[in-house]
């Protein structure tokens, strides 16, 4: 029972990395959710675009010598551009084919993307130029550093702008009318290429920032880190509901804090939880925690 | 195609005897094994519109499968000992394990949309990968293990014990392109191409579709373990860096290059692509060191692009029959 009292007394720390954790997996999700709910296809690159935008603050920060803000406010254009680029050049065109085309399509995408860092980056490890901070004591039993409260904080404002983002203005007025009926929406005057282009503006911008948030978070980058939290990405998404835009938020909650917890007993199988949690909520409510019932 | 299949392996026989066919024979075994992989794919995909991104690891299951059952026993202390049981008997157990294994996946996830069987075979490749790196006892982690026995190797001499291998290979790959094609022109191949032309009006008819794609998942998932067990019988050493998410791209590649739905285009294709994968990688040799992996990068992005190409320009493949349905949204 050792190894019990062990979990219960670290279990303020497990929750807090938890915490961590479900930001970055957040801005990823929401990205995801959103392009799913537009297009209508599993964007099997946005792990690698979470890479490529992590990789382009290194270029700006590393290789350019920027201080480290402006270098990752920079980042964010250079990935939109990359990820419009991408969907005019390849998804465009087959947009009117059986979604799971462009499931395909993306995939290749992803393997492309991914290769274009090492090409670029190397297979090596690499960190960004900033000054990390010790971890101190937050609350009783809580230690993290300055960096990861920050990737909290900004997860909150995140989902706070999304918010109102999708509920007040006119961009998410026409966002939520495409998701929900596309013929509808354009009937009532809502130009299908502006709001496709703003979906990559935001999917690509969240999934830049959810990238250099992880290489803050773990002091590495390497081609593989986004790839890597695909899975757990896909879990989130499809744990708050894969058609509801709050959903994804939720589902990162739930993901990012389970996995902590269930590292603390089988860290080597640390990924496999989120494929757990798929199946068993496959079965028991394909439609998410926050989706209704087809 | 099963004659032009046989009478190409009986020309490359002749040319090993005249002993000028060495490295043909090494690269139609490789390519053979693809083309097993390549038909399984499109049992899923081609027949049934099924994807799946776990490719590798279903592979990669066949291959451990068979190896640990056919290991002679040696006993060691906390580790599987091997089994020490015939070639065959690993070859069916391989096709099974990797069929039991689509089974699971498929059942949480074939009554509801594709999207969600994507997501999970992404996942399966993951623990599979994990499973192998990490359970030791069994897999030997990342060392993977070795000398996996080959069958009737002391009947031949080893020179030309790949030419054996390869007929072992060619003959289970006709059989299988032979019962593919059965299969396809089956009442039942019927029916699964019209739950992937149009979900909706199969079942209106009284298809089963869950059914039906669970058939064609597993079936497909047991070909890819077969071929996973000639691998490892091939190369006698296997670790978990032989089952990469790569090799699922390029068997994709194969099967869309070739033409999806088409048992010929599945082999077409993965002879094709195979051999513009091996062929570019003798090319990177040409390149001093620090330009060979720069090379090796290109190449995938290459391989992707052509992909992209292909589903946009060249969207039925070379001999392909699917014209896939449209469900417009923007």
């Keep these: 029972m050792s190894l019990w009292n062990d979990f219960l007394h670290s279990l303020p720390q497990l929750l807090a990395y938890g915490l961590v954790n479900a930001g970055v997996l957040a801005l990823g999700a929401v990205g995801l959710a959103l392009i799913y709910r537009i297009f209508n296809f599993v964007h099997f690159a946005h792990g690698d675009l979470m890479t490529l935008g992590a990789y382009w603050g290194f270029l700006f920060n590393v290789t350019l010598r920027l201080p480290w803000l402006l270098a990752f406010v920079l980042a964010l254009p250079a990935t939109i551009v990359c990820a419009l680029f991408i969907d005019r050049t390849f998804y465009r065109p087959l947009r009117r084919q059986h979604s799971v085309v462009l499931l395909i399509s993306s995939a290749g995408m992803a393997l492309v993307l991914r290769n274009l860092v090492r090409l670029f980056w190397g297979q090596s490890v690499r960190s960004y130029d900033l000054d990390f901070h010790r971890a101190a004591s937050v609350l009783p039993g809580v230690r993290l550093t300055p960096e990861e409260l920050v990737i909290v904080g900004f997860a909150l404002a995140t989902a706070l702008f999304l918010f109102v983002l999708l509920r007040y203005t006119r961009l998410g007025k026409a966002l939520r009318a495409l998701a929900d009926d596309v013929d509808l929406a354009a009937g009532c005057g809502v130009s299908l290429a502006w709001a496709t282009r703003w979906t990559w503006v935001l999917g690509a911008g969240l999934a830049a920032t959810g990238g250099i948030v992880l290489g803050v978070e773990d002091h590495l980058l390497h081609p593989l880190m986004g790839w890597n939290v695909l899975l757990s990405l896909f879990a989130a998404v499809v744990l708050g509901g894969l058609a509801h835009p709050y959903g994804a938020l939720l589902g990162a909650l739930i993901i990012g804090i389970s996995q902590e917890l269930f590292a603390f007993f089988l860290p080597q199988y640390r990924p496999a939880l989120a494929l757990v949690v798929l199946i068993v909520l496959l079965l028991w409510r394909p439609q998410g925690l926050l989706g209704q019932r087809t | 195609m099963v004659w032009k299949l046989l009478a190409v392996g009986a020309l490359l026989l002749v040319l090993n005897a005249m002993g000028r066919g060495a490295f043909a024979l090494f690269f139609s075994i490789q390519a053979g094994i693809y083309a097993l992989l390549a038909l399984g794919l499109n049992v899923q995909w081609g027949y049934t519109g099924l994807f799946n991104v776990g490719i590798s690891s279903l592979f990669a299951l066949g291959a451990y499968t068979s190896a640990l059952l056919t290991k002679n026993p040696v006993p060691s202390p906390g580790a599987w000992p091997g089994l020490g049981l015939p070639f065959v008997v690993g070859l069916v157990c391989a096709a099974l394990v990797a069929a039991l294994a689509a089974a699971l996946l498929g059942s949480?996830?074939?009554?509801?949309?594709?999207?969600?069987?994507?997501?999970?075979?992404?996942?399966?490749?993951?623990?599979?990968?994990?499973?192998?790196?990490?359970?030791?006892?069994?897999?030997?982690?990342?060392?993977?293990?070795?000398?996996?026995?080959?069958?009737?190797?002391?009947?031949?001499?080893?020179?030309?014990?790949?030419?054996?291998?390869?007929?072992?290979?060619?003959?289970?790959?006709?059989?299988?392109?032979?019962?593919?094609?059965?299969?396809?022109?089956?009442?039942?191949?019927?029916?699964?191409?019209?739950?992937?032309?149009?979900?909706?009006?199969?079942?209106?008819?009284?298809?089963?579709?869950?059914?039906?794609?669970?058939?064609?998942?597993?079936?497909?998932?047991?070909?890819?373990?077969?071929?996973?067990?000639?691998?490892?019988?091939?190369?006698?050493?296997?670790?978990?860096?032989?089952?990469?998410?790569?090799?699922?791209?390029?068997?994709?590649?194969?099967?869309?290059?070739?033409?999806?739905?088409?048992?010929?285009?599945?082999?077409?294709?993965?002879?094709?692509?195979?051999?513009?994968?091996?062929?570019?990688?003798?090319?990177?040799?040409?390149?001093?060191?620090?330009?060979?992996?720069?090379?090796?990068?290109?190449?995938?992005?290459?391989?992707?692009?052509t992909l992209q190409w292909m589903l946009l320009c060249r969207p039925k493949g070379i001999l392909g029959t699917i014209t896939s349905p449209s469900s417009a949204k923007i």
Aim: proline content about 4%.
């Design chain 2, 108 to 305: 949480a996830t074939l009554r509801l949309r594709g999207d969600y069987l994507a997501m999970v075979t992404l996942g399966a490749g993951e623990i599979v990968r994990l499973l192998l790196l990490n359970e030791s006892s069994l897999t030997h982690g990342a060392e993977g293990l070795r000398a996996i026995p080959q069958p009737l190797h002391t009947w031949f001499p080893a020179r030309d014990y790949n030419a054996f291998y390869f007929v072992v290979v060619l003959a289970l790959l006709a059989l299988t392109f032979w019962g593919m094609e059965r299969v396809l022109r089956s009442p039942w191949g019927r029916a699964l191409r019209a739950v992937r032309d149009d979900e909706e009006a199969a079942a209106s008819l009284g298809k089963n579709t869950f059914v039906l794609k669970f058939q064609a998942f597993v079936l497909g998932a047991a070909l890819m373990g077969l071929a996973g067990a000639l691998y490892a019988h091939f190369t006698t050493f296997i670790s978990p860096a032989d089952f990469v998410p790569l090799q699922t791209f390029l068997v994709w590649m194969m099967l869309i290059a070739g033409g999806s739905g088409s048992n010929r285009g599945a082999v077409v294709g993965a002879v094709l692509i195979w051999g513009l994968w091996v062929g570019t990688s003798v090319l990177g040799g040409f390149f001093p060191s620090q330009w060979a992996v720069k090379f090796s990068y290109l190449r995938i992005i290459a391989v992707g692009l």
